[in-house]
């Protein structure tokens, strides 16, 4: 069962959390960050129940996700994001509750947002880095399934000093996507060599 | 968006239906079948809709299933059901509306039931050939997940004479799991087969 109100599955064989201070580094203002953290402690801000009946190749992961509801300065809070380490992976978001929005780069740099609310059913196609944005008021939860062999590189996203868009308030109470400052496009043989790890 | 009322997937890439003459000898009660048919006409009993971005080993198909409820003498209304023809392949089934039934079968002929409302998140393992029932007065809508490489085999049912489980109603407003007369144990040669044809 997905609990929406407590934003978990029952009965998930695995739970793992992220706090504030798990995120260091990834939003664009440093100082708000800092005083965030001071102000609210190193809480956790989101969380993650799934049920992985093995790694095979051709089996698949199910669970669900829960994201606080803040920002870091302009920024809406976020998830660390990832490509899948055999990349060629897919993924289905679905949307239980709250306001939500899916933000999408290609390794080659090309950006795409999918807004996520109750009801909506995201497809993240192969290739795709993502990364999950709670734009709304609210804790945002979704359902998801994976292929069980997917597996997660966090690591792509560093490599180019973030995702190529930030999601921000636009102060007339929605969501905004701007540059990062600090992306960098990755090199054509960094590209290359995630397409030529498919399996 | 999956659409609930309408139990469909909006921006569904294909659509296919089932109607109650496509179901002919899957119910035990061929009379009831056949009066039924003749009162209701050839009408769709079940649909789905669905998005297939591909059909890549490590892609996924996501949809959503929409079946009517009804009965054919005791036997509430039921899919033709299937084991994927890449047998080792999962299939998650999410309740959407309504009140239904998984009913999953091995190929040595082990039967579990799981049942199905609103948000439960049902997991079909690899190798278990499986059929839903609407059990429920209304409606039963269901969103679905599934490797994109899974295909369907229909046959395997037909060649045990049916599932080992029918599943009818039990006089007192519930539904109850009672034998199939007609079911055979499929032969160790032909479970086998089903295990070596995993890719």
Redesign the interface.
């Known amino acids: 069962?997905?609990?929406?109100a407590k934003g978990e599955?029952r009965g998930a064989t695995n739970r793992y959390t992220k706090t504030l201070g798990d995120l260091a580094g990834l939003y664009e203002d440093e100082e708000a960050y800092r005083a965030l953290l001071a102000e609210m402690g190193d809480k956790v801000v989101y969380e993650v129940t799934d049920?992985k009946?093995s790694a095979?190749?051709?089996?698949?992961i199910?669970g669900v996700t829960r994201m606080l509801p803040g920002k870091v300065g302009r920024e809406f809070f976020l998830t660390r994001g990832h490509i899948h380490a055999?990349p060629?992976?897919?993924?289905?978001y679905?949307g239980e509750s709250g306001h939500g929005l899916m933000l999408l780069e290609s390794p080659a740099g090309d950006i795409r947002t999918v807004e996520i609310g109750p009801?909506?059913?995201c497809?993240v196609?192969?290739y795709w880095i993502h990364r999950s944005v709670n734009v709304g008021p609210t804790e945002l939860v979704m359902?998801f399934?994976?292929?069980a062999?997917s597996g997660q590189d966090y690591d792509i996203i560093a490599k180019a000093g973030g995702m190529r868009s930030r999601i921000v308030d636009d102060g007339r109470g929605s969501w905004v996507a701007v540059d990062n400052e600090s992306y960098r496009f990755r090199p054509a043989e960094l590209v290359e060599s995630i397409f030529a790890k498919?399996?």
């Not at 069962?1 to 929406?4: A, G, H, Q, S, Y």
């Not at 095979?56 to 698949?60: F, H, L, R």
Request: without cysteine; charged residues 25%.
């Open positions: 069962m997905v609990d929406v599955l049920y009946p095979d190749a051709g089996d698949m199910i055999n060629n992976r897919p993924e289905m679905y009801r909506s059913l497809y196609p192969p359902t399934a994976y292929p062999d498919a399996r």
